[in-house]
């Protein structure tokens, strides 16, 4: 049975880099090996874990169009070789990236794809960390169903707080399902929390509440893609986000 960590927020808010943190606080702690989902068709997590992808979930079903009539196996049988090629190896992790389909019309059949493909992986990985589509659509589209822990992602303002609001409500509406919910505050002013994050956690019942600081080390790797292995081993922000995924 998997252990998984997924994240959720608006653009913007450093959630990829939280996320790419929480991959290397499990590696360094010997959770092994991992499994790092990109759920975001504007995928750039594999930039902030140090690695490439070169081949997507969303690529992989174009030349499955293009390569059915010639294979001698199902399209489903097809797609799955082509993800299981896409997957990005590590020391540690490995990745795997929806990407955006090429094609015209919306992401309906490769969120379907990425569901059926999460589905059958993660029995494969005792830890997988899943980095969701920026904005609120993520859990709409029910691309996960259940998880351990859901870690809701925000800044420190206000209309930030109320978003984590409008978070929980959505993944309860949708029937997401988490036995531990957390927030994340991130670049909060000397990493306290800001008014009104104590009635968010009450109105959400999170099981604990983050307040990350702002960090000029963490600000520069992001606007760099610098990867998370680059970042101090005692920066305030890496030291919450263990403790946070690591218990």
Request: net charge negative; charged share 25%.
């Amino acid at each position: 049975m998997s252990y998984s960590i997924a994240f959720s927020g608006k653009g913007g808010v450093g959630k990829t880099t939280l996320a790419a943190l929480a991959v290397r606080a499990l590696t360094e702690a010997g959770k092994t090996p991992v499994l790092a989902i990109d759920a975001d068709p504007n995928s750039c997590l594999d930039a902030q874990l140090g690695v490439e992808v070169t081949s997507t979930i969303g690529s992989a079903r174009e030349t499955v169009r293009e390569e059915a009539e010639e294979a001698k196996i199902s399209k489903q049988e097809l797609l799955r070789m082509k993800i299981a090629q896409g997957l990005v190896e590590s020391k540690g992790f490995d990745l795997i990236a929806m990407g955006r389909p090429e094609g015209a019309g919306c992401y309906c059949y490769a969120n379907n794809v990425l569901k059926e493909a999460i589905r059958e992986l993660s029995g494969q990985y005792p830890y997988v960390v899943l980095d969701n589509e920026a904005g609120l659509e993520n859990l709409s589209r029910r691309i996960v169903q259940e998880v351990d822990v859901l870690i809701l992602v925000s800044d420190a303002g206000g209309a930030g707080l109320r978003t984590l609001c409008r978070l929980y409500d959505l993944a309860n509406e949708m029937g997401v399902k988490y036995k531990k919910l957390a927030l994340a505050i991130n670049r909060t002013r000397d990493g306290k929390l800001p008014p009104g994050a104590r009635d968010v956690e009450a109105y959400t019942k999170a099981s604990a509440v983050v307040a990350l600081p702002y960090d000029e080390e963490i600000a520069k790797s992001a606007e760099e893609s610098v990867s998370a292995w680059h970042i101090s081993e005692n920066n305030p922000v890496y030291a919450a986000i263990k403790q946070l995924v690591n218990g």
